[in-house]
């Protein structure tokens, strides 16, 4: 009897530990389908990360937000970072990565995004226009390699959940997964990222900054791809270039030689049915002005 009620006491204080454990494991200040920042050097000792927020935020963004988080301190850390300088570091790389889930089922969705919803960066090299896209962009992805893109996507961001109870993750690359999904050729150049995103999704730091951009001096900046592994569940938001295994332009994320990162939403396009009543209203301006003109 005593023995059994000494099982039960140590198999009950087993589970409160595992369950305290559990608890802690998970990070409150990241979410499935988070946008996270990350920075990786080529030969580097450690990676650098930091949670955005959600990636829906930046979905719906309609105007600029800026300064969103300020990562200097991690940035310029010489000993877990990249040094004092590292805005003129031609080694140093940017990404950013989100997934919401890695199940293949095609029926359901969260926030109007099915299953395997990608949001992925590509490097711009040069400055462009603000609110416009300054990359080729993605597409072309079979149903296997969403699958494969979202599950090593995954295995990335997850380290900020598992491994963090902040919004930054700094990591040594023996235990990062970030410089696993994001590898470099031996002249230092990103080759396919998660498997499926042939030369690399990160933008390189350089000698100086390439431009301005939303009113900000750029060190780096990425475009923001959101690709779908599937069109089909009611209430998924569809929108201009989304097709399956296709990405449409969500906007850019910059950073300053201070560390500030910001997002730059795209300009809004008018819709063609505003776009003729605006052309129309133009020409019957312009024909009111000549009548009035011909007659004086």
């Given at each position: ?20 454990s ?45 300064n ?48 395997r ?25 079979s ?29 040594g690359?023996?235990?990062s ?9 031996i ?67 910059v ?38 003109r011909?007659?004086a």
């Amino acid at each position: 009897m005593t023995k059994n009620i000494l099982s039960t006491a140590i198999l009950a204080a087993a589970g409160v530990a595992l369950s305290a454990s559990s608890a802690m494991a998970q990070n409150p200040n990241y979410a499935p389908g988070d946008v996270v920042l990350y920075f990786e050097q080529y030969l580097g000792s450690n990676t650098v990360a930091v949670n955005l927020g959600s990636a829906v935020t930046f979905r719906n963004a309609t105007a600029n937000i800026l300064n969103i988080a300020n990562i200097g301190s991690q940035l310029s850390n010489g000993t877990t970072g990249f040094g004092s300088t590292w805005y003129d570091s031609t080694s140093l790389w940017m990404g950013a990565a989100a997934v919401r889930s890695t199940g293949t089922t095609t029926t359901t969705q969260t926030a109007g995004e099915p299953n395997r919803t990608l949001y992925i960066s590509q490097g711009r090299s040069t400055a462009g226009t603000a609110g416009s896209a300054n990359t080729a962009g993605w597409g072309g992805f079979s149903n296997g390699d969403m699958t494969s893109g979202a599950t090593n996507i995954n295995n990335a961001v997850n380290r900020v959940e598992t491994q963090s109870v902040l919004t930054t993750l700094v990591e040594g690359t023996a235990t990062s997964n970030f410089d696993n999904q994001n590898p470099f050729n031996i002249l230092g150049q990103p080759v396919t990222s998660y498997g499926i995103f042939p030369g690399g999704v990160m933008a390189n730091f350089g000698a100086s900054n390439i431009g301005t951009l939303g009113g900000v001096t750029v060190e780096a900046a990425v475009d923001l791809y959101r690709i779908l592994a599937t069109t089909n569940p009611a209430g998924t938001v569809i929108e201009s270039g989304d097709g399956v295994g296709s990405g449409s332009f969500q906007g850019t994320f910059v950073i300053n030689s201070s560390g500030d990162v910001s997002y730059l939403a795209p300009v809004a396009v008018p819709e063609p049915t505003t776009m003729g009543a605006t052309l129309v209203l133009g020409l019957v301006a312009g024909g009111i002005r000549r009548r009035r003109r011909a007659t004086a």
